[in-house]
C-alpha cells in the first residue's frame, strides 16, 4: 500500500493554505481577547448591528421553537413568498416566490453562485472583506476595480466598461454592495442605470448585495435591479436592518432568464445545507411582512444612524482626515494619507501596522484597508460605529415622536464607547 507523508499544512487544498480567519471575526476574536486581559477596548471592528431583533420577529421565533422538520432546499414557501412581495413592493418588481433562494445566511448563498458559474469575479475595491476570499477559495479569478475617495468609494460606469472591454465575452460576476461595507456610501440613480447599461452591453451577471438597503439614512434605497432585472440577482438577509446576524437567514432574488443558475444552486444547497432552520425561517416571514413596529424600529435605527455617523464624519474630518459622506448602514472608510509622513517617522510603513499600533495605544479597534482589497501601503481604515447598546438607544426612541432630530445630549448618552473612540483617535492623531 502506498504510503502519503506529507506533514499535515501540506494536505490543506491549494486554494485555502494561508486564508487567514476573515478579517472581522479576527478583530472581534482580538478585541475580547484584550477585554479579558482587562484593557478598555472600543469595539468599531466586527460589523454587527448594534439593534436588538425587533420584538414581534422575536415572538414569531418563539410561537414556531416546535418547527423541526426539514423545509424544501429552496426555503419555506410563505417565506419565499414574503420575499418576493418585499422586493417587488419596494422596487416595481414582478418576482414569484419561485424566484426565490433561502439559504443559511447571505454569505452561504454567494459562496454558493461562485461554485456553480464558471466566471470571473469582478469586485470594487475597497469592499467586504469575504468576497475574495471565497473567489480564492473556489478557484475563480478575481479582478479588482478601482475607485477614488473623490467619487466616495464608488464604482463608476467608465471603469466597468473598460475591465469589460478588453474580453467582451468572458463571463462576469459583478458585486455591487451598497450602501456600502466598508464606507456606509451609495449609488445615485443616474449612476446605477449606467451601471445597468454596461452590465447589459457584455452580459454580466450583477449581483446587487442589498443587506443593508433598509438602513439607507432616508429610506430611500434603490436596486439596480429596476434597470438591469433581467441580469440581477438582488441579495438580501435578516443580518444588518432586522438585527440578527447570528440567526443566518440569507435570500437571493433571481430574475426568470436566471432560473438555470438558481437549480444550479439549489442543487448543490441540497448536498451541502439541506435547508435552512425551520424556526428562523417561520420567524423570517414576519420580518419580511414588516408592519408598524418594525417600520417605527427602522425609522428609529436610521435616525440614530444618521446622527452618528453625521457627527463622527464632522470629528474626524475637523482633524484633518478625508471621508466621503456617508448614507447608509453603520460603517465610514476614512484616508488618514494627510497623516503619512508622520506615520513613517514613526515606523508606520501601511493600514495594518496603523491599526495595530492604534489599538495598542488607545484601545480603539478597527479594520485595515487592506483587509477591504486597498493598497496596503494606503493609510486607509474601516470604522464600524456599532459599539453602543442599540437596544436602550432605540427604547428611548420607539414610543416618542420622531421629527428628523435626536434629542439634546442623546450620543453621548447612549453612543457613549463610539464617541470616546474618535475623542481618543483624534487626540492620538494630533500627537502622531
Known amino acids: 500500500m502506498r504510503k502519503h507523508n506529507l506533514p499535515p499544512e501540506k494536505q490543506l487544498n491549494l486554494n485555502v493554505r494561508g486564508i487567514p480567519v476573515s478579517a472581522t471575526l479576527a478583530i472581534n476574536e482580538l478585541s475580547a481577547k484584550l477585554k479579558r486581559e482587562g484593557r478598555t477596548v472600543f469595539r468599531l471592528g466586527l460589523g454587527q448591528s448594534p439593534f436588538p431583533v425587533p420584538e414581534p420577529v422575536v415572538e414569531s421565533l418563539r410561537e414556531n421553537a416546535f418547527q423541526k422538520d426539514y423545509l424544501q432546499v429552496m426555503g419555506l414557501p410563505e417565506l419565499r413568498e414574503a420575499v418576493a412581495r418585499y422586493h417587488n413592493l419596494k422596487e416595481g418588481l414582478e418576482h414569484k416566490a419561485d424566484d426565490v433562494l433561502i439559504g443559511p445566511g447571505s454569505k452561504e448563498l454567494m459562496f454558493l453562485l461562485q461554485f456553480v458559474y464558471y466566471g470571473d469575479l469582478v469586485i470594487p475595491t475597497p469592499s467586504w472583506v469575504s468576497y475574495a476570499p471565497q473567489a480564492h477559495i473556489i478557484g475563480r479569478h478575481v479582478r479588482w476595480a478601482g475607485t477614488t475617495i473623490e467619487n466616495g468609494w464608488r464604482l463608476m460606469p467608465e471603469e466597468l466598461d473598460a475591465i469589460c472591454r478588453d474580453d467582451p465575452s468572458r463571463p462576469r460576476i459583478l458585486i455591487l454592495n451598497y450602501p456600502s461595507n466598508p464606507a456606509g456610501t451609495t449609488y445615485k440613480t443616474d449612476e446605477l442605470k449606467e451601471l445597468a447599461r454596461i452590465a447589459r452591453k457584455y452580459r454580466v451577471i450583477l449581483l446587487s448585495d442589498e443587506i443593508y438597503g433598509e438602513l439607507h439614512f432616508r429610506g430611500q434605497h434603490v436596486s439596480i435591479s429596476r434597470f438591469y432585472p433581467e441580469g440581477t440577482i438582488i441579495s438580501s438577509g435578516l443580518s444588518k436592518w432586522c438585527g440578527a446576524g ?119 479597534a478597527i479594520l485595515p484597508g487592506m483587509s477591504f482589497g486597498r493598497n496596503p501601503e494606503e493609510f486607509t481604515a474601516r470604522l464600524a460605529l456599532v459599539d453602543f447598546d442599540g437596544s436602550a438607544a432605540l427604547q428611548a426612541l420607539l414610543h416618542e415622536e420622531i421629527n428628523g432630530l435626536l434629542p439634546e445630549g442623546f450620543l453621548l448618552k447612549y453612543c457613549t464607547n463610539v464617541m470616546l473612540a474618535v475623542e481618543k483617535m483624534g487626540e492620538w492623531l494630533e500627537s502622531s
Open 246 to 364: 447570528g440567526w443566518r437567514l440569507g435570500t437571493f432574488t433571481f430574475p426568470e432568464s436566471l432560473r438555470w443558475l438558481r437549480d444550479g444552486m439549489a442543487a448543490v444547497a441540497s448536498e451541502t445545507f439541506t435547508s435552512t432552520s425551520a424556526p428562523i425561517q417561520y420567524a423570517a416571514v414576519t420580518a419580511f411582512n414588516k408592519g408598524d413596529y418594525i417600520n417605527r424600529y427602522l425609522n428609529a435605527s436610521r435616525l440614530i444612524l444618521r446622527t452618528l455617523t453625521k457627527t463622527v464624519t464632522r470629528q474626524l474630518s475637523a482633524r484633518g482626515v478625508r471621508i466621503p459622506v456617508p448614507e447608509g448602514a453603520f460603517y465610514i472608510f476614512p484616508s488618514f494619507d494627510a497623516f503619512a509622513e508622520r506615520f513613517k517617522a514613526k515606523g508606520i510603513k501601511n493600514s495594518l501596522q496603523f491599526t495595530n499600533q492604534l489599538l495598542k495605544d488607545t484601545g480603539v
